[in-house]
């Protein structure tokens, strides 16, 4: 499966569309052992119900995945392979460290103060 959605290597990332009451299997490929679901209309069971606007990630492991459409659904779907170190998170974006995060937040920080006193925002 090819998607035309663009997505560096050892991530898979597909934009999905079912009509109501159709069912879809996704079967990771080899190594892929995170999965996230994330509806952008319609209803979704997975087996667990999700809706537009709501994000899943599924349990850490490489088994196939169904989905069915309780109406017609349009959602995104990714998996890839698990990140070697911990994943540290912030409001703006992930790093791998407390330090890392720290300063890309304040790199961020320090472009929006200069945005603004631009009058760009």
């Given at each position: ?5 663009g ?11 079912l ?8 079967t990771?490929p080899a ?10 209309a ?8 999700v ?7 599924f349990?850490?492991?490489?088994k196939?995945?169904?989905?069915e459409a309780?109406i017609d659904t349009g ?15 912030g409001?703006y974006?992930?790093?791998?460290n407390?330090?890392?995060l ?15 006193n631009?009058g760009?925002?």
């Amino acid at each position: 499966m090819k998607s035309i959605v663009g997505s560096p290597d050892g991530i898979t990332y597909l934009d999905v569309s079912l009509r109501a009451g159709e069912r879809w299997i996704y079967t990771p490929p080899a190594g892929h052992t995170v999965l996230w679901n994330g509806p952008h209309a319609g209803h979704l069971a997975t087996p667990e119900q999700v809706t537009a606007g709501e994000l899943i990630v599924f349990e850490e492991g490489n088994k196939p995945a169904e989905f069915e459409a309780i109406i017609d659904t349009g959602f995104v779907l990714g998996s890839a392979v698990k990140h070697l170190h911990d994943l540290v998170t912030g409001y703006y974006s992930v790093h791998t460290n407390p330090a890392a995060l720290r300063e890309g937040e304040n790199n961020i920080a320090t472009i929006g103060r200069r945005l603004h006193n631009q009058g760009a925002i």
